[in-house]
């Protein structure tokens, strides 16, 4: 039986694109093919800048979960020790490190058994579950993305290697389009950035991290 490694997995309000608001719980999974987690391997990383540990299973709520069962019965667990509800609909986001390295159908399966409606947040080079209800992907610069299609592409800006620029992508079988300003030492210039070229390019709308803006995780 396959076995699940989960950094951390707690309710929250998705803070990022066009379900901004509306309440889930993150699972986390443990792991990137992107970069190793480590800070010693950052800057020779293919993705740079991430904003998150998603090394081991020590976080709130992680651990080993040995099938998708057990899996999405503690997805279950961690939804109703915060909302109250048994028997209602859920909303799991399903991210990571890269979460598509361990989701599979029969995850996915389980949680709609359970009532969930499932997305995701991938960098898009591994191809997402036909049977995903949402799907965010998020290209990284000098990484082939396989995912070409789904429900909304949000780009972090700026990425300084050409071969990132939202031009690259805007041609892809996506509903929404998003900026996503670079949290860095440049947050003011990247979010001013990305305005700019949003008033300029109309197709893509901004992100904020809104999460991040009032303190959730
Ligand atoms: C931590 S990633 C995990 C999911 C997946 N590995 C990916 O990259 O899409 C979740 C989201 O945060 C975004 N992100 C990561 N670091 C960021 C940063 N420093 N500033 C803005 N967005 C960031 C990613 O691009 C992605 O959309
Ligand atoms: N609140 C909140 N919204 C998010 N949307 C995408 C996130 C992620 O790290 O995948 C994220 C996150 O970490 N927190
Ligand atoms: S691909 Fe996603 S999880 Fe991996 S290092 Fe980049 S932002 Fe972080
Ligand atoms: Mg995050």
Known sequence: ?????????????????AQTGRTAVFLRFAGCNLWSGLER???SAVCKFCDTDFVGTDGENG???KGAEALADHVVSVWREKTGETGAKGYVVCTGGEPLLQLDEAAIDALH??????GVE??????APSSLDWVCVSPKANSEIVQLKGSELKLVYPQSEEEAQP???????FEHFFLQPKDDNRQAENIAAA?????????????????????LP
């Open 1 to 17: 039986m396959k076995t699940y490694s989960v950094k951390e997995a707690y309710v929250t309000l998705q803070g990022e694109g």
């Open 41 to 43: 391997d950052r800057d």
């Open 63 to 65: 651990g080993k979960f």
């Open 113 to 118: 058994n359970r009532g969930f409606e499932v």
């Open 122 to 127: 991938t960098n898009g080079t591994l191809p």
């Open 167 to 173: 031009e690259r992508y805007a041609a892809l079988q």
């Open 195 to 215: 305005a700019d070229y949003c008033m300029k390019h109309p197709k893509w709308r901004l992100s904020l991290q809104t999460h991040k803006l009032i303190g």
